[in-house]
T-cell receptor, first 114, second 113 residues
């Protein structure tokens, strides 16, 4: 079945450590996105990528980094520079950037900094 | 970016229709109206989208006002599985800058058995 997978589902890290969240899609989508969601809030865009080897900052990119070396994969690294990293992280993809295209979301990774 | 306004919460009974409103008075002529819903601890799920005309799919209907300043998501016969947070989002026809989906707090739909 086609879809988006994120791993791990739950992640714990110590303060000051970098951590990488995985996102893989087999939908052959060009565009991929990372969002952050805090309790009771909507989603905020961290980074997005329109095509392999290209990505752009979203609204809250500080303290995060990404790579897009393969079409299927868009990993997110939460660095120690991120002041408040505890959150629910969601990855999404769409066929392209066009506004008429729906986004497909993964199940999310819940990151907790101890 | 154009913004949307939704009620914080709504309550309905099972097997009755539900009308979820969304105001988007600053919508531009090329913004699509998207609806997503999210269950607790899950990723959002696409529901429906439209540009100018009303739209129907297997999940719901989308009624768009003639001036496009508001829209209504219609669930024709609510079930307990429809209890979720529903987000109304505007998305530009062709992205410029960060064109991901900007989600507000949405409407928390409660379905009573």
């Amino acid at each position: 079945d086609g879809g988006i997978t994120q791993s791990p589902k739950y992640l714990f890290r110590k303060e000051g450590q970098n951590v990488t969240l995985s996102c893989e899609q087999n939908l052959n989508h060009d565009a991929m996105y990372w969002y952050r969601q805090d309790p009771g809030q909507g989603l905020r865009l961290i980074y997005y990528s329109q095509i392999v080897n290209d990505f752009q900052k979203g609204d809250i990119a500080e303290g995060y980094s990404v790579s897009r070396e393969k079409k299927e994969s868009f990993p997110l690294t939460v660095t120690s520079a991120q002041k408040n990293p505890t959150a629910f992280y969601l990855c999404a993809s769409s066929t392209d950037r066009g506004g008429g295209n729906e986004q497909f979301f993964g199940p999310g990774t819940r990151l907790t900094v101890l | 970016d154009a913004k949307t306004t939704q009620p914080n919460s709504m309550e309905s009974n099972e097997e009755e229709p539900v009308h979820l409103p969304c105001n988007h008075s600053t919508i531009s002529g090329t913004d699509y109206i998207h609806w997503y819903r999210q269950l607790p601890s899950q990723g959002p799920e696409y529901v429906i989208h439209g540009l100018t005309s009303n739209v129907n799919n297997r999940m719901a209907s989308l009624a768009i006002a003639e001036d496009r300043k508001s829209s209504t998501l219609i669930l024709h016969r609510a079930t307990l599985r429809d209890a979720a947070v529903y987000y109304c989002i505007l998305r530009p026809y062709s992205g410029g800058g960060a064109d991901g989906l900007t989600f507000g707090k949405g409407t928390h739909l409660i379905i009573q058995p």
